[in-house]
């Protein structure tokens, strides 16, 4: 077994400080060895190179001190920003965010409903758009996150099938990546959009508290899930991790890349518009339509829970903004007595989470201690 190089503990102690820095928001070098256990050297060591990247400023002495005043370092959130595109089937929603997950210049238009060359070109006006106004500002873009709603293979840029926007075979969108890149100058990342958002969902409530694992639901034109564990994103063997839409509840369904599985077949928002005509018309989640989400979700959540010990699972997506706290205690409560341990459940922290992960995906990509 391999064990932790110089290297290795490098890294990891950069990690631990840049949390802390970030939590903590101003903080002094004794203040980071006491509370990290790191030796002065290595502190001085680790701010300094913060320093000279400009993820920490130096502001001057700490108030309220006796004697000769440490320094105080204030964390800089916007020495790194990312755009951020979540794609969901025929909208575009981007931003500029940086370190705190904070969106600047949101904006969402229609967009064609593929991964053609005009969605492509869309994307590198708005890019550049994005990089203006931040330059206007004084801003500089660092990186372009891009989430789509298909499993994607992340390494080689391909959707290997998206049924809600046509895409039943692989997809090499690799050249018009590329084409991306050189026309912003800009490096580009993708990621399944539901897990996009599970990792803003994860940064947002990190920068609070510590947690290890989280489990992001997301219900809409279709449903899929972003699975947390240790910090890290999960994608499986085949880039498949999250796709839920593709419970069974007995063996007599069928699995199809082709189509969508069957608890996406009853719970999308087409399915239940055609089950419950008045959501169609006003919006909004009768009681009748929250015991139907109710009784078809909470086994499958569970089974999730019971199988992963996981804590915290959060819920995101048009359907929870449609039936609000009612559906989220429904589900809730229900939920409390099908699993092992207590668990909370939560609404989404933001409705631009995709957003915010597209944009910090591409900043970790780019800077390696950031989640």
């Known amino acids: 077994m391999q064990g932790i190089t110089a290297t290795d503990m490098k890294r990891i102690n950069r990690k631990v400080v840049f949390d802390l820095v970030r939590r903590k928001r101003s903080i002094t070098r004794v203040e980071l060895s006491e509370l990290t256990g790191l030796s002065g050297p290595s502190i001085l060591a680790i701010v300094n190179e913060f320093l000279e990247k400009g993820i920490l400023t130096a502001t001057g002495k700490k108030n309220g001190s006796v004697g000769r005043s440490p320094v105080t370092m204030v964390f800089n959130p916007d020495v790194l920003l990312s755009v951020g595109f979540e794609f969901d089937g025929d909208r575009l929603s981007a931003g500029l965010v ?134 890290q994103l999960r994608h499986g063997a085949h880039g498949l991790c999250g796709e839920i839409g593709y419970s069974l509840r007995t063996v007599g369904e069928a699995v199809s890349r082709q189509n969508p599985g069957w608890l996406e077949h009853h719970l999308s928002h087409e399915a239940l518009a055609e089950h419950f005509g008045a959501y169609r018309e006003r919006g909004g989640a009768s009681a009748g339509m929250v015991r139907y989400v109710v009784e078809i979700l909470c086994p499958i959540l569970a089974n999730l829970v019971n199988a992963l010990d996981i804590h915290l699972v959060v819920l995101g997506g048009q359907l929870l903004l449609d039936g609000g706290e009612r559906l989220l205690c429904g589900i809730r409560e229900q939920l409390q007595t099908l699993t092992l341990s207590p668990i909370a459940l939560e609404e989404g922290d933001t409705a631009d989470a995709g957003i915010v992960g597209c944009a910090l995906l591409a900043s970790d990509q780019l800077w390696q201690t950031i989640l």
């Open 98 to 231: 940086n370190l705190d997950g904070k969106i600047r210049f949101p904006s969402t238009e229609r967009v064609p409903a593929d991964l053609g060359e005009n969605f492509f070109e869309m994307l590198c006006r708005k890019t550049a758009d994005l990089q203006r106004r931040a330059q206007a500002e004084g801003l500089h873009c660092t990186g372009i996150g891009l989430g789509v709603p298909g499993a994607v293979d992340v390494r080689r840029r391909v959707v290997r099938f998206a049924p809600n926007i046509g895409i039943q075979t692989p997809v090499d969108i690799s050249s018009r990546i590329e084409r991306l890149e050189n026309q912003c100058g800009l490096p580009a990342f993708i990621e399944n959009d539901v897990n996009a958002s599970a990792i803003g969902e994860f940064y947002r409530r990190k920068i609070r508290e510590e947690i290890p694992d989280l489990l992001y639901v997301s219900i809409g034109a279709g449903i899929g899930a972003g699975l947390i564990l240790d910090g």
